[in-house]
């Protein structure tokens, strides 16, 4: 069975995001984006190694790999494959400079 481990940051990213969407009048985008990104989650743990090899050049972040949440392509889940799952590290829209916000 495929494990997701969540980091508190990556936590604190969800529930900002969802804050933010519900704050601009659309509570059904808050929930359905809370839903995608577990659904999501799962899905890579099931393929851990499906996400994109990040290209940073910072030690912490260089084994970093890269999803879309999956309805919501602004927003990138940056996770490290494990041996049974994954590790979320962050949730964050990648319209941001990342590699300074993964830091």
Known sequence: MPVVKIRGRAQRDIVETADYLEMRGDV???LRFLEAAQI????LAA?????AECDFRQTP????RRWQVKGFEEWLIF???KRHGVEIVRV???ARDLER???
């Open 79 to 81: 996770y490290l494959p």
């Open 47 to 51: 393929m851990p190694r499906a996400g």
């Open 28 to 30: 059904e985008a808050a």
């Open 101 to 103: 916000v993964l830091r």
């Open 92 to 94: 964050v829209r990648g």
């Open 61 to 64: 972040t260089r084994r970093l």
């Open 40 to 43: 999501t989650f799962w899905e």
